[in-house]
């Protein structure tokens, strides 16, 4: 891996009994901070991204995906992730 993209993975399971499953899942790996998901960090993910700066969850002005930390708010924190990662494809 290493890039962006979508992936295939398996998972196989075995249990005590010797039984075995296996499921393939696709996975799709992106940029932190490819908000609009075209495979960059440009400014059109700019421009997403100022939208939802400052609000945070219960807003319908916050977007999760602009959250990176997961903390429930877009702030200073995402944005220097955001930032780290402007320009990347
Ligand atoms: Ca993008
Ligand atoms: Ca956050």
Known sequence: MGQ???YDVAFTATDTA???DTEVVTITVRIPGDL?????????????????????????????EADFDQDE????????????NFSRN
């Not at 708010?73 to 780290?84: A, I, R, W």
């Open 36 to 64: 609009d998901r075209d495979g960059d960090a440009d400014e059109a993910d700019l421009s997403i991204f100022s939208t939802t700066f400052g609000w945070g969850g219960g807003s319908p002005s916050y977007n999760p």
């Open 18 to 20: 010797g039984l075995i």
């Open 4 to 6: 962006a993209g979508s």
């Open 73 to 84: 708010d877009v702030d200073g924190t995402d944005l220097s992730v955001f930032s780290g």
